[in-house]
């Protein structure tokens, strides 16, 4: 940090298990990138190369090489996965993260029709050389999944050797876990945590009044992602309390009540 101040909270220091930023690469150029790791290397833990953005990018290989020399976690969209898996081409895929030379893999079946038992088979595969995200969440609007069946996916998805479990919200953030306009489904979220690890789950969250609300609710090192590649830093600064929505979270009692300054 640039300077001190008290009444921060701790953030765990890198590679970190909790407090994980995740951010959404939807076509960076590698100039793009550079840029980005200057101001945020010691910020970010994780780089997913949205949905098929992958198949289009230019120089993928080279962006990829400065993501993981910067200490982050890369990893292919769901979408891309599923699109090789609707094609009956997973051996295809796993080529393919060799070719790229990535450590992670993401599984998904927020597009197509898969069986559970299917879906924890493939995660099983992968994770055998892999560190695997797996997402659960539909990502077509109005299809509700009842908090059981959430709690059941996420539990046996972990089970089947999943590192992190990703809560659904697209990038438009307002379908899985959240309501059309962007709210979050209390219900569905509390039931959710009643009975999965809070460090297991990564929750999507790209707009910054879901940011504000996990933050509010989990404290300082909730799981993050989806964050645009210019949110980083202020996320970061709500985190920390040094922004106006969390301003008052971290300070003690006697300071909360000096909102008048004299």
Request: contains cysteine; neutral net charge.
């Amino acid at each position: 940090m640039n300077f001190t101040l008290p009444y921060i909270p701790e953030r765990p220091s890198q590679p970190r298990n909790s407090g994980i930023t995740m951010m959404m690469d939807k076509g960076l150029s590698v100039r793009q990138v550079e840029d980005f790791l200057s101001a945020n290397k010691e910020l970010t833990d994780v780089v997913k190369l949205g949905f098929g953005t992958s198949y289009l990018t230019n120089h993928i290989e080279q962006k990829i090489k400065l993501y993981k020399e910067a200490g982050m976690k890369v990893y292919l969209g769901g979408t891309l996965f599923e699109a090789f898996i609707v094609r009956n081409m997973f051996d295809d895929y796993r080529k393919l993260l060799d070719k790229l030379k990535l450590e992670c893999a993401e599984v998904s079946d927020g597009s197509i029709v898969m069986t559970h038992d299917k879906k924890c088979e493939y995660i099983n595969i992968l994770s055998k050389d892999h560190t695997v995200f797996s997402e659960v969440g539909s990502k077509e609007a109005g299809i509700i999944i009842h908090p059981a069946k959430w709690v059941t996916m996420m539990n046996n998805e972990l089970q089947a050797g999943s590192w992190k479990v990703i809560a659904e919200a697209r990038e438009s953030g307002n379908v899985g876990i959240y309501r059309a306009n962007g709210n979050a489904h209390t219900l569905l979220i509390n039931k959710i945590l009643a009975k999965v690890k809070p460090e297991d789950i990564l929750w999507e969250a790209p707009q910054k009044t879901q940011q504000v609300w996990f933050i509010k609710l989990l404290g300082a090192n909730v799981n993050l992602g989806n964050i645009s590649y210019d949110d980083v830093i202020p996320l970061e600064t709500l985190r920390l309390g040094l922004r106006g929505d969390t301003f008052f979270s971290y300070l003690p009692a006697e300071l909360k009540q000096k909102i008048k300054i004299e």
